[in-house]
C-alpha cells in the first residue's frame, strides 16, 4: 500500500495507525464503512464549512449521520455556517471529494470532531485519498489536529 500525505504526517508525529483499502469508485460514506468492513457509527467522513466571514472549519462526523450547521455554529462560535461548495475544495484543501482529511490540509482550520468519536479506541478518517482510510485514536486524532469534541449531528436525520 502507497503511503498517503495523511499517513507520512503520522509517521513523523509517531502516532499509531493502521491503513485500510478500499475499491477507490466509492465515495458514499456508508458504502466505505460497508468494504471496509467496519461500524458506520466509527467511520468518519470530514466536512469543510465556512461562514459568512468566510472563516473555514473542519467537522468530522460519522458516515450514517447528518450535520446540524447550527450545532456546527456553535461549536466554532459563529452565528451561522454552510458547506463550501464542492467546486471549492480541491483548491481550499488540496484533497478531493471522497479523500478529504483533516489531516494534511493544506491551510490548518479550525477542527471539531463529533463527540460520538470518544466511544471508540479506534475511528476511521479518510487517509488523503479515495480508496484508502486510517484507522487511529480519536484522542490521538483531536490531539494531532488540536481538534474539539462537539455534538455536532441531528438527531434522528438520515445522513446526506
Not at 18 to 42: K, Q
Amino acid at each position: 500500500m502507497d503511503k498517503t500525505n495523511v499517513s507520512r504526517l503520522l509517521d513523523v508525529a509517531k502516532i499509531p495507525y493502521a491503513m485500510h483499502e478500499y475499491d477507490p469508485e466509492a465515495v458514499d460514506g456508508m458504502e466505505v464503512a460497508r468494504l471496509v468492513g467496519e461500524n458506520p457509527e466509527a467511520v468518519f467522513k470530514t466536512l469543510i464549512c465556512e461562514n459568512p466571514k468566510h472563516e473555514r472549519f473542519v467537522f468530522d462526523i460519522p458516515v450514517n449521520a447528518e450535520l446540524d450547521l447550527k450545532k456546527a455554529a456553535k461549536a466554532a462560535g459563529s452565528k451561522s455556517i454552510d458547506l463550501i461548495p464542492l467546486k471549492s475544495l480541491l483548491p481550499l484543501t488540496g484533497y478531493v471529494h471522497g479523500g478529504c482529511s483533516p489531516i494534511g490540509l493544506k491551510k490548518p482550520f479550525p477542527v471539531f470532531i463529533d463527540e460520538t468519536a470518544q466511544l471508540f479506541d479506534t475511528i476511521f478518517i479518510s487517509a488523503g485519498k479515495r480508496g484508502c482510510q486510517v484507522e487511529l485514536s480519536p484522542l490521538d486524532l483531536a490531539s494531532y489536529c488540536k481538534a474539539s469534541f462537539a455534538a455536532l449531528t441531528t438527531e434522528g436525520a438520515k445522513p446526506i
